[in-house]
């Protein structure tokens, strides 16, 4: 099952679009898809996805991992981290 960039590409692919693609474009035909971002089965809303990555359109398949890699790489290491970890954080630093 493909994850992170991967995952949005195949939504792209699947639509029948062609790149270049726009952010908005993306979360008007699909805002609640889930997204798997990692391979532990971790996942967010594409909409949230993109609304963390900040871009507004992506020119290549390449484009597309240099800008949403690094958003679901950190989103992967935070949910890893649990519960325990947030709040040694929290209260640690």
């Not at 798997?36 to 484009?63: C, K, P, T, W």
């Amino acid at each position: 099952m493909p994850h992170g960039p991967d995952a949005v590409h195949e939504l792209i692919t699947e639509a029948g679009w062609s790149y270049p693609v726009t952010s908005r474009r993306l979360e008007e035909r699909r805002p609640m898809a889930n997204i798997s971002i990692d391979e532990n089965g971790n996942s967010m809303m594409l909409s949230e996805l993109l609304h963390e990555a900040d871009v507004q359109r992506f020119e290549s398949y390449e484009d597309l991992r240099k800008k949403l890699e690094p958003v679901c790489e950190a989103e992967s290491t935070a949910r890893q981290t649990g519960i325990v970890g947030k709040l040694k954080e929290t209260f640690l630093g």
